[in-house]
Structure formats: structure tokens, C-alpha cells
């Protein structure tokens, strides 16, 4: 679901350090449905709610007329203070798919790990192609089924459904099973009785 954003078109003559003492953040819509950038103002009360983990997803601006299907591309804060600057908006294209990375999620024990085996992580997002209204919040990797040293979960062995495209290489090791060195694991254990 994308999150909702009110907005008003920025007056020509606006000074952006103005609006932000007014509790405004200046900020910009552009993209390739649009034939020049759309200079806007964005309550910055309204805009802190938006969550950090929305900032990947789809955000519906609008203004009294019109509604803008947008990402953040760009978001520029002061160095010290932290305050937001300046916002970036891309508008998408209605219907079109587009690139995004995603976060990787991992739930579940594993028995691996529960035997004294380090479970190493060697990716905490993947990049898939989809609809902007189609981005997920996380995917969810379950690594209960890393049972033994050498398992391991690869792109390839993920179920996406019929929204996400993977872009990353099937072959490649998202999470694996590691021995530690000298650990005797239940495995190595039974094998020498």
C-alpha cells in the first residue's frame, strides 16, 4: 500500500530557507512523463511520519488538482543539524515496471546453528524488477531449513510469485552453514561412535 502525502506547488519566487522556517521542506517531482521538474513544498511535520523503511516504496503526492505516483530518489539533509533539506521525487510511469532493491528478512531457528555451526550472511537485500505498487516491505527468508554444515539458500531456491522478477544470479549464496574449526557437531559426533 503506498503511503499518502499532501502537497502544495512551489510560488516561483519562494525561498527555500523561508519555507523551512515555516515547517516546510522544499522539495522537487520529475521523471519521464513530466516535460520539466515540478518545484513543491512538503509539511515537514506531515513528512516525519513518514516511516524510514517507506522511503523504498510508493508515495502518492497530491495537490488540489493532480496525483503523482513517485519514489525518493534523493533526500539532501544538513551535516550537522540533520535537517532535511531538499526532497527528490521520481514520478513513475503508470504500469511501468522498474529495478528496486529489496530487504532480506531471515526468520526461523536453524538446527545448524543450534548443533554450534555459524550461519553466514552473504546478502541483506536482492534486487528484483517489478511494479512500483508491487515493492514489498521485506522478503522473508526461513533458514530453519539450514539443518547441517554446507546447506545454504540461494536466489535460485526463493519463491517470488508472479510479482517479483529476480535480477540477482540464480546461483548466488544468499545464506550458508558454516563448521566452526575443532567444533564437534551431533553429525560429526555420531559418525565417530
Known amino acids: 500500500?503506498?503511503?499518502?502525502?499532501?502537497?502544495?506547488?512551489r510560488k516561483e519566487n519562494s525561498k527555500p530557507r523561508a519555507l523551512r522556517r515555516e515547517g516546510l521542506i522544499p522539495a522537487t517531482i520529475y521523471g519521464?512523463?513530466?516535460?520539466?521538474?515540478?518545484?513543491?513544498?512538503?509539511?515537514?511535520?506531515?513528512?516525519?511520519?513518514v516511516?524510514?523503511?517507506?522511503?523504498?516504496?510508493?508515495?502518492?503526492?497530491?495537490?488540489?488538482?493532480?496525483?503523482?505516483?513517485?519514489?525518493?530518489?534523493n533526500i539532501q539533509k544538513d551535516f550537522v543539524t540533520g535537517e532535511i533539506?531538499?526532497?527528490?521525487?521520481?514520478?513513475?510511469?503508470?504500469?511501468?515496471?522498474?529495478n528496486t532493491k529489496v530487504a532480506l528478512r531471515f526468520v526461523g531457528d536453524s538446527p545448524a546453528a543450534k548443533m554450534g555451526?555459524?550461519?553466514v550472511t552473504q546478502f541483506t537485500e536482492m534486487n528484483v524488477r517489478c511494479l512500483p505498487r508491487d515493492?514489498?516491505?521485506?522478503?522473508?527468508?526461513?533458514?530453519?531449513?539450514l539443518k547441517k554444515p554446507a546447506d545454504m539458500i540461494n536466489f535460485g531456491d526463493?519463491?517470488?510469485?508472479?510479482?517479483?522478477?529476480?535480477?540477482?544470479?540464480?546461483?548466488?549464496?544468499?545464506?550458508?552453514?558454516?563448521?566452526?574449526?575443532?567444533?564437534?557437531?551431533?553429525?560429526?559426533?555420531?559418525?565417530?561412535?
Open 117 to 119: 555451526c555459524d550461519i
Open 1 to 9: 500500500m503506498a503511503t499518502e502525502l499532501k502537497i502544495e506547488k
Open 51 to 73: 516511516s524510514f523503511k517507506d522511503y523504498k516504496h510508493l508515495i502518492e503526492l497530491k495537490d488540489n488538482e493532480t496525483l503523482y505516483e513517485t519514489l525518493i530518489r
Open 85 to 98: 533539506l531538499n526532497i527528490e521525487f521520481y514520478k513513475v510511469k503508470s504500469g511501468n515496471k522498474l
Open 158 to 193: 526463493l519463491n517470488l510469485g508472479d510479482k517479483l522478477e529476480l535480477l540477482d544470479p540464480s546461483g548466488e549464496i544468499i545464506v550458508k552453514v558454516v563448521a566452526k574449526r575443532g567444533a564437534i557437531t551431533e553429525g560429526a559426533a555420531e559418525a565417530q561412535k
Open 135 to 145: 515493492i514489498p516491505e521485506d522478503f522473508e527468508i526461513d533458514i530453519s531449513v
Open 32 to 49: 519521464p512523463e513530466l516535460e520539466k521538474a515540478i518545484d513543491i513544498q512538503v509539511n515537514g511535520k506531515d513528512f516525519k511520519k
